[in-house]
């Protein structure tokens, strides 16, 4: 009789972790959609469902989500449509800062600040949502279309997101992390891990950005020190569109025509990309390029791994300051991977069409007192932990994330 006694006790544990009454909460589209859609975010309780219908809803105020485990569930990205076209204020479309909050199947279009916020929601899953600009490349769009920020546990899952005036996908501040099977085009960064850990980043198409992917730490943040960061079996051709990014914005200093750039970051693998089309760069390595006071802060690459990436026609037309000079010098193609000559040189196999160094003499140098030269990369090596004896992590993002978003 023990047997039966163990697995009632199971079941009672899972009855008791799991809501009780959970209930889905239906919101159709038009009129009073604002209200309607609001009040269901905030009546909802943990394990509930907001089932958006399909249909075009029109807001003219951000929505906000602060309950823990509600999904909200559209009918598909080009069927169901939250339009921010008429937003009266500055803020994001929809700001969620809760914990084990899923958002899927619906998009969020034209909105004037950032698409979709999560900020301090930890093991938060975006699947299958799109996020745009329907006006195209502008300054004047919102900065981030997908934007989780100071979160463990991310997943961005098959979205769609086009027309941020910084990044498209953006992580920042957060650990474990996946950004997995998205489209995003004409952004300015496609998608940027931003002072971030044990993020992997794989198996996305990344097209028509000002740069495709991008990999920075930077000083003055409450999180720094970004690393054990992979990079593996993304598409990242044809980044050509002019940078749209407004001034004194970091991204703003991106080359167009960057195919993925790493600045300032420990143990970063950039493996089996296929790599093409990219006018500038296929592959940069570069520190940290301004002045700063913080002295926890480390403006330097280390750590970088370059192997089988599959690299076409890269750094055939270059969108730096005496980028055609530099070529003509190199006659009249530029090896395909950049390092600035800061830190350590990215290791890298022999697949890695040639590198090139500026040479600088110091951090915060500008292109004028570099001395363009070729170079031959050392060998990849798999990166050290930082910390003695320390374990490092696999990047990625928790299993329980997979299976709320593909069970």
């Known amino acids: 009789m023990r047997m039966p006694a163990l697995l009632i006790a199971a079941a009672s544990a899972l009855a008791l972790a799991a809501p009780a009454h959970a209930k889905t909460i239906a919101v159709a589209a038009g009129e009073g959609a604002q209200a309607r859609l ?42 169901t449509v939250l339009d921010f076209s008429g937003q009266k204020g500055a803020g994001e479309g929809l700001l969620v800062t809760s914990d084990e909050v899923t958002l899927r199947d619906f998009a969020v279009e034209n909105t004037k600040g950032d698409g979709i916020k999560s900020k301090g929601a ?20 919102g900065a981030y279309g997908i934007y989780p920020v100071s979160s463990t546990g991310v997943l961005v899952d098959g979205c769609k997101v086009s027309g941020a005036s910084d990044a498209g996908i953006y992580v920042g501040q957060s650990k474990a992390i996946t950004v997995r099977y998205n489209f995003v ?9 931003e002072n971030s850990r044990d993020a992997l980043v794989i198996d ?17 943040l409450p999180v720094m ?12 051709v044809g980044n050509d569109t002019q940078n749209f990014a407004p001034k004194g914005n970091i991204v703003a200093s991106v080359p167009t025509g960057t195919g993925i750039m790493i600045m300032a970051n420990d143990g970063v693998g950039v493996l089996r990309n296929r790599i093409d ?5 296929a592959i940069m390595v570069v520190s940290y390029p301004k002045p700063f006071v913080d002295t926890r802060y480390n403006p330097l690459p280390r750590s ?49 069409g040639g590198a090139w160094s500026l040479n600088l003499p110091s951090q ?41 978003a593909r069970p």
């Open 364 to 404: 915060g140098a500008g292109m004028e007192a570099a001395r363009p030269a070729k170079l031959t990369l050392p060998p990849p090596s798999i990166p050290a932990p930082t910390a003695a004896g320390a374990r490092v992590p696999d990047p990625g993002a928790p299993r329980s994330l997979d299976l709320r």
């Open 204 to 220: 996305n198409f990344v097209t028509r950005n000002t740069g495709g992917i991008l990999v920075f730490d930077l000083p003055n």
């Open 277 to 281: 089309g990219n006018p500038t760069a």
């Open 38 to 79: 609001q009040e269901a975010l905030i009546v909802a309780e943990p394990g509930d469902v907001v089932e958006l219908g399909a249909g075009r809803f029109v807001l003219t105020d951000g929505l906000s989500l602060d309950v823990k485990g509600v999904t909200v569930r559209g009918n598909g990205m080009d069927a």
């Open 185 to 193: 085009e004409n952004n300015v960064a496609g998608i940027e891990i």
């Open 304 to 352: 970088i791994v370059l192997a089988h990436n599959a690299l076409g026609r890269n750094a055939n037309n270059p969108q730096i300051p005496g980028g055609a000079e530099i070529a003509a010098a190199f006659g009249g193609r530029l090896p395909q991977v950049l390092w600035d000559g800061l830190g350590n040189p990215p290791g890298a196999d022999t697949g890695n």
């Open 122 to 141: 930890d093991n938060i899953v975006y699947y299958r949502v799109r996020v745009t600009w329907t006006g195209g490349p502008k300054q004047t769009n």
């Open 225 to 236: 020190g970004g690393g054990n960061t992979l990079i593996t079996n993304n598409t990242v």
